[in-house]
């Protein structure tokens, strides 16, 4: 089976293979990433986050030292998939201090609209990450039915930082290997300080190869280039489909851009009032609601590898095969071996969608035998690790961007170790090792410029805002509390399983949104479908 096909056909934002190594997705969001239950602590969903900032819009007059930007032409040419083309963007480095010399080549793509009926305008599309390249989401795997198709220009820009576009650069393929396979879960401190050298090695080589950039990936400048790119594409409103990063940096631009801000939609949604600790902690609880909900399905069939009494007792045999991998990694049938980071990483990537299910169980039970080929291959699927060792730069583009967009979770590793009791019990099964994800942007080299805050994009057209009731990395209450913020969003919920859900099965969802984006008809308030 095509293993990394069925992880990204769900357009997920691949945020858990940054919550292992990347301080999940407390980005301004991965807040990916990277992430059901109670509304969180101090901030009910549907009520106001007291003491927080509301994201302010910028002027809507564009600056004249930016104009050159907003008035640039793309030059279109073939980029090698049918049917679509490529260009390149100038953006600022800083929107503060534009300087041609510094300016960042940003990699854009699109696809014509096949009629019939009046073009709309253009479409973009982000499936997140932060990190993941939407040109690649947009040319393989984006949900692009024939309505929507046919009136809309179907455009993806890699944001800044990302693939094409200027992308961050750190560690080396050799040593993203070794990275990736250090241990999650330390039992002393010795083990404490190994992973926190770890994070400060993988900083360090950020900033080596990155120095310049690091400082302007942030979710409020990647929103700037959307607006940059409206106005290339000659749209006087953007309209935009983002999934699950996508969301935060879809209402960011609806918080700076409000007028210019046309149909929106955001799918597997981020709550941007969040701080890091609460995005992390409540994420580790959205992933336990999945897991819960597959080792359900689980012990109903007879070759559950976790078992067949229930789901506390599978929760129970997976952290054993952890605990047993911690102490005697297994073969792979290549030098690497399954290590429990990487067998944690693998499971975590079949949450994202219930049909990754049976091939979860086929690979846990192999494991059981000795083999741990099948989750190395979901592990690597999931960090974009092709099979000659090659990554692409998600790892690294996602700590930038989550590293900048808030600060840290923890202010130190003592922190972090005091923290594990209300991460574990959030999940039993991944809390310790979300609790030392969430400990990378601790040792980050540049200063956090965002904060969190509310996101209300007062005067904004209609914005449907979509949660999946058992999402794993973005919890169905994220979804509720952005709608609640946002003043003129509909929230349409999916009661099921998986991330996001748009494209992903749900007639119901697809017909919603398809007709929102077509028509400009949100769904009916309160909304939801199977």
Known sequence: MDT??????????LAAA???LSSGCSSGTGRPAGPAGPSPAGSPA???TSGLATLQPLPTAIPENLRSYYDQKLHWRKCGVAGFQCATMRAPLDYEHPSQESDLKLAVS?????GPGKKIG???VDPGGPGASAIDYLQQYAPQPASVQARYDMVAMDPRGVARSAPVKCLPDKQMDTYTQVDQTPDDNGEVR?????YRNFAQACRAHSKGLLGHVSTVEAARDMDVLRSVLGDRKLNYVGASYGTFLGATYAGLFPSRSGRLVLDGAMDPSLNARQVNE???AGFNTAFEAFAKDCVKKPDCPLGTKSPQDAGKRLNALFRKLDQHPISTGEPRKLTESLATTGVIAAMYDEGAWPTLREYLGQAEKGDGRGLLTLSDSYY?????????NLMSANAAVNCLDLPPAFPDARAARNAVPAFDKASPVFGDGFTWAALNCTYWSTKPTGKPQRIEAKGADPIVVVGTTRDPATPYRWAKALASQLSSATLLTYVGDGHTAYGRGSRCIDDAINTYLVRGTPPAAGKRCT
């Open 282 to 284: 409540q994420q580790t």
């Open 122 to 124: 253009s479409l973009l």
């Open 18 to 20: 940054a919550l292992l």
């Open 110 to 114: 699109r696809k014509g609209a096949t």
């Open 46 to 48: 549907g009520r106001p």
């Open 4 to 13: 990394a096909r069925l992880l990204r056909a769900t357009g997920c934002a």
């Open 194 to 198: 190994k992973l926190t050298a770890a």
């Open 384 to 392: 974009e690790r092709d099979p000659d060792g090659k990554y692409a």
